[in-house]
């Protein structure tokens, strides 16, 4: 799947509602259509902490949706507008398309919406239904966002995606556009960093891929997708020790379907120089690379990762002194630079608490230093 880091994994949001003439040409104002049967096949997926959109397509729960929004691999919750609720397995997905199947058997029989036989057309009235923002904001917007409609035009048809003036979103992710009639046009997939420029990948390109599933089942079976993100960090090392010195830093962690991750970081030190002076030595980590294994507990803003893993450190050191009452500073390695470690982290909503436990070789090895960090994660910088 082409690089995604000039798009948002977002969905599509609100211009004025109107309707086209038959046949999906440009149209001026005109009588809504009901929403309502729409949005009772529009479902609520629910991936760990990230929440995205999706169309219950028949009546044996199958439900359209994007990628990236099951890319973790972790099986989402699924709920319908009418409080029906299971849990979903991903079918099949096709990555270049943007495109995932699921089944959720728990939704049999629910409400469903059709598939466009016809392409999209530049300027025809589209609807898009979803969650924007995940349906976020306390008390003040209760019984609004989840299962709201927005519309736009088709502004463009692409080779692979096609463009609709919608701005976009988070939370409506992988959510159906619909035309006059109701039937999908197709599904919210990025934006590019700009206003009113959104992308969705088409209903012939899902038709397809549930063709597919039907005819070649072992061609397109999950279990053969990698899958995974790539997320940045922030990170604010701790001094536990009074020789230690605050270090703030960068990097980006790689996570295979969301259960096995690789992470570098890169770290600066804050007043290393006059910490060197008042106290003689002073040292920071310049670096990790590390590897951990994942586990989950609970879903939605509730939803906690714990890692463990292993890795190393590199750790910066200098030395300060006083001769002659003039400064003087050396850097100066008073230890091995490089420093075996095991790391253990606890993130809930972006923030987690890291510890990493070392050998000390200023004692002979025989007593394990305690590092601590403050990990900064804003969100994911690329599926694939």
């Known amino acids: 799947m082409a690089s995604l880091l000039s798009f948002l994994f977002i969905g599509l949001s609100t211009p004025a509602l109107s309707s086209p003439p038959v046949g999906g040409a440009p149209a001026g104002p005109a009588v809504v259509p009901d929403p309502s049967p ?12 990230s929440i995205c959109a ?18 973790s691999g972790r099986r989402p919750l699924v709920e319908t507008r009418a409080g029906a609720s299971g849990v979903g397995e991903v079918l099949a997905a096709r990555p270049r398309d943007d ?19 016809v392409d999209p057309v530049v300027g025809e009235r589209v609807w898009a239904l979803g969650h924007p923002h995940g349906g976020s904001g306390g008390a003040l917007f209760q019984g609004l966002l989840r299962w709201s409609v927005s519309s736009g035009i088709v502004s463009a048809v692409g080779e692979r995606l096609t463009q609709v003036d919608a701005p976009m979103n988070p939370g409506n992710s992988g959510g159906p556009l619909v035309d006059a009639d109701g039937a999908i046009v197709g599904i919210a997939s990025r934006k590019l960093r700009a206003d ?7 209903a012939s390109r899902a038709r397809s891929l549930l063709e ?28 536990f020790e009074f020789d230690t010195a605050t270090a703030l830093g960068a990097g980006a962690e790689l996570w295979l379907r969301d259960r096995v991750g690789f992470a570098g970081t890169v770290h600066a030190p804050l007043r290393a120089d006059w910490l060197a ?70 993130a809930l909503a972006g923030l987690g608490m890291r ?30």
């Open 277 to 346: 002076l008042q106290r003689g030595t002073v040292r920071w980590s310049a670096g990790e690379a590390r590897a951990a294994a994942r586990a989950h507990v609970g879903r939605g803003s509730a939803s906690t990762t714990f890692d463990l893993g292993g890795g190393v450190m590199l750790v910066g050191a200098r030395e300060g002194s006083i001769e002659d009452g003039v400064l003087r500073l050396s850097s100066v390695s008073v230890f091995p630079e490089v420093q075996p470690m095991i790391w253990g982290r606890v």
């Open 99 to 117: 495109l995932a199947v699921l089944r959720v058997p728990a939704l049999a029989g629910q409400p469903t919406l059709a598939l466009r036989d």
């Open 54 to 71: 999706g169309a219950l397509i028949d009546d044996e729960g199958t439900v359209l949706t994007a990628y990236h929004c099951v890319a």
């Open 38 to 49: 729409w949005l009772d096949a529009v479902v609520l997926l629910t991936t760990g902490g």
């Open 355 to 384: 510890w990493s436990v070392m050998p000390d070789a200023r004692a002979g090895f025989s007593e394990p230093e305690v590092w601590m960090s403050v990990d900064l994660i804003p969100g994911t910088l690329t599926v694939f």
């Open 212 to 239: 597919g599933l039907e005819e070649e089942p072992e061609a397109v079976e999950p279990r053969l997708l990698l899958g995974g993100q790539i997320v940045p960090v922030l990170t604010w090392s701790v001094p």
């Open 196 to 202: 009113n420029i959104a992308f969705i990948s088409e």
